[in-house]
């Protein structure tokens, strides 16, 4: 059988997240396997009997082919790629975190053994100076070789994308909806085919036709970050979906770069999420001149020393926090 089908089959049996897959995948290694195992075998592998109970029905097995081979098909049809974790043109950064998509969907192109990437993020109504450091910031990480990723976002995201494609810099957006389901937001959707027709991806861990929902985006943030060597957030209030992009990055062991907005720039509103991440253990400051002038050179060697130790093998993830809130283990 075929690694794609077997996977996908996996993602399309109720009651089996991903972390469960993974947790099977430690004792079966190729995803067909499991497709062959008895109850013995899951025992063996130290499945719960609620979970052996699923994947030793037949009737459930065959729906989940049954769906694994229309998707595939439909997907074929209407110019989206899927790809396993296998792949070579899955994310590389992606692979080292907790709760990783089994699967991927995509529009555009991925590149294989995509390494040197950093997330760029912030506010949807950004303030002026928030959009333009956005801009510079995107603009020094494709100097420095790094693809930009970010979550297709209205102002600093949007921003972000832009400014990546406009100095021939490599983008990759994660939505939170599936890519058969209507772009959001719709102000977007010229920027959404800009990224696909400019060499860059678009990208969701989700079914081709589920939409928006607020749960998705939260799981979509967790990618961004994964898919990075560090984070770059450039403008939050306390509750937002950058803030939980960083803590996703904190989490995975990815650093957070904030800037070092003047005190009164940091205590509005538009900044209070950031001030509250100063001090904690793998955020950093980004440090401005008056002109909002900045060296990147402090953050880049710091990913750098993230990239070494990720790709020297000493990055262990089993030592990785598993991810707050999204997912239940066995």
Known sequence: MDDLICTLALKK???LQNQHIFFILKTFKN?????SADKNDFIRAGLKSEYIKILTDSRVIKTAFFDAIKEIEKASKNGVKIITFNSALYPSNLRLIKNKPPVLYYKGMLKENLRLAAAVVGQRKPPDYALELAKNITEKLCSYGYSIVSGLASGIDAAAHKTALKNNGYTIAYIGS???APPYPPENRELYNEIILNGGAVVSELPLDERISSKNLVARDRLQSGSG??????SSPLKSGTMKTCHFSIKQKRPVFIPEYNMEIMNSEDNLGLKSL???????????NKDFSFDITEAAEEMNQVYNKIYAGKFDEDE???QPGLFDFI
């Open 178 to 180: 599936g890519l058969l």
């Open 278 to 288: 100063f001090g904690r253990l793998g955020v950093s400051g980004l440090k401005l």
């Open 13 to 15: 049996i109720k009651g």
């Open 31 to 35: 995803p067909c396997e499991i497709f």
């Open 229 to 234: 060597l560090g984070t770059f957030a450039v």
């Open 320 to 322: 990785l926090p598993v």
